[in-house]
């Protein structure tokens, strides 16, 4: 009798593994901020100081003080000076005065208003300006984005472009981010020769361990050990024992049905255990989900559409896992541009293009060929598209979960 689940579903998978990942959640470090781009934060950030840290000008033109504006005809201000963008001096808007200030200029003492220098007629050290401006306009008071102390990000935030930006502008050279996943990589296969290798009788070239090390990398992991190893059960066992022992996450492809030389369900229950075996997903079913020496692994199938689909929808988000991501990233739906027979009680996973209509509606257009060996679908393919386990007829235009391969917005 197994004392693991077989044959569930792709969300309890999906929950199953992100949980045992969020118990071994990776150690802080502190790197600096020019190389944080892709980790996850590990620390709440408060503002320290106000941003912007002082009120200043949003347009070019003149700072004044709005009670003077006048209510209708012009009025004329003596222009008492001028400020620009990183002054430390700034002189003071006395009454009757204005000064001629920059985008981001610290607004002078006297002035809340400022304005643009196309609404004014400037001779000399005069300045006119007509009636219908508003007091208060053009001024970005401090504070006006973060105001000091607020929660600015939160512990488990992925860093991206804006994230950085909001650590560069409240002065963090160093941040503490969860130390990237450090992952060991096999491929598995008698069959398999590398690429640029003569083929032989029988073999096809390996695509799966390339392609899962793009997956890897994108998903911000390192991959410390990365090889390709026969069909031999002695060999396999040595290099998944060695490989637990120095890496965060192992990832396999091939070997994991039930076929005589399908090693990795045996050995990962040999060496550790099972948390489940089978998904009820196409393609993609056979995949094992375990661990070795406390090390998780992910032993996915062969065929490369199987192997990338059950990467997208169990080994990312259990890496988003490892690294202390806050949440799962939001779930992104589109609807079908055709019809979807299923005959099956399976998950599917169809590849499809993804497009936006003129009303801003996504729309899912399957590809005609999902075979789980064909690769030309897979490099043609944007997403993948859920088909739910219940659905067997799915009209065109409903709506469906759908995974983006990385990329596919480019």
């Known amino acids: 009798m197994n004392e693991f689940p077989q044959h569930i579903g792709l969300d309890e998978a999906r929950a199953l593994a ?7 959640t990776l150690p802080v470090e502190r790197i600096a901020l020019d190389a944080s781009y892709g980790r996850v934060l590990a620390e709440d950030l408060h503002a320290p100081h106000a941003q912007p840290p002082f009120a200043n000008s949003a347009m070019d033109g003149f700072a004044l003080h709005g009670a003077e504006l ?13 400020v620009f963008a990183g002054a430390v001096v700034v002189p003071t808007v006395e009454a009757g005065c204005c000064v001629r200030i920059t985008t981001g200029a610290p607004l002078p003492p006297g002035a809340d208003t400022v304005v643009i220098k196309e609404n004014v007629r400037v001779d000399g050290d005069e300045v006119r300006i007509p009636a219908g401006q508003r007091a208060g306009a053009n001024v970005r008071p401090a504070g006006e984005d973060f105001a000091a102390g607020d929660a600015a990000l939160a512990a ?34 008698d069959e398999l020769a590398p690429p640029g290798a003569a083929l032989g009788f029988g073999q096809i070239r390996d695509s799966n361990r390339p392609m899962l090390a793009a997956l890897l990398r994108e998903a911000g992991a390192g991959i410390v050990h990365s090889a390709h190893l026969r069909d031999e059960r002695d060999t396999l066992r040595e ?17 994991v049905s039930a076929g005589e030389a399908d090693h990795l369900p045996g050995l990962v229950r040999e060496l550790g255990r099972i948390h489940f075996w089978k998904v009820r997903i196409k393609p993609g079913m056979p995949v094992l989900f375990g661990e070795i020496g406390g090390t998780p692994i992910f032993a996915l199938p062969g065929n490369p559409v199987s192997c990338a689909a059950t990467f ?9 896992a490892l690294c202390g991501r806050r949440a799962a990233p939001p779930r992104l739906h589109a609807r079908l541009a055709e019809a979807v027979h299923k005959s099956h009680a399976r ?55 759908v995974l983006p391969l990385p990329g596919w917005t480019d």
């Open 18 to 24: 992100r949980g045992v990942a969020a118990a071994r």
């Open 70 to 82: 006048p209510t209708d005809g012009e009025r004329t201000f003596r222009l008492a000076g001028e």
């Open 156 to 189: 488990g935030t992925p860093l991206r472009a804006a994230q950085v930006a909001v650590l560069a502008a409240f002065g963090v050279a160093e941040v503490a981010v969860r130390r990237a996943a450090r992952v060991a990589l096999f491929s598995t296969g």
């Open 239 to 255: 290099r998944l024992r060695a490989a637990a022992r120095d890496v965060d996450l192992i990832v396999t492809s091939g070997g």
């Open 312 to 320: 997208l929808a169990l080994v990312r988000p259990t890496l988003d």
């Open 347 to 401: 998950a599917e996973g169809l590849r499809c293009t993804l497009a936006s209509d003129a009303d801003g509606a996504l729309w899912a257009r399957p590809h005609a060929r999902q075979g789980s060996a064909m690769l030309r679908g897979l490099a043609a393919a944007d997403a993948l598209a859920l088909i739910p386990e219940q659905a067997r007829e799915l009209a065109a235009g409903s709506v469906v979960e």
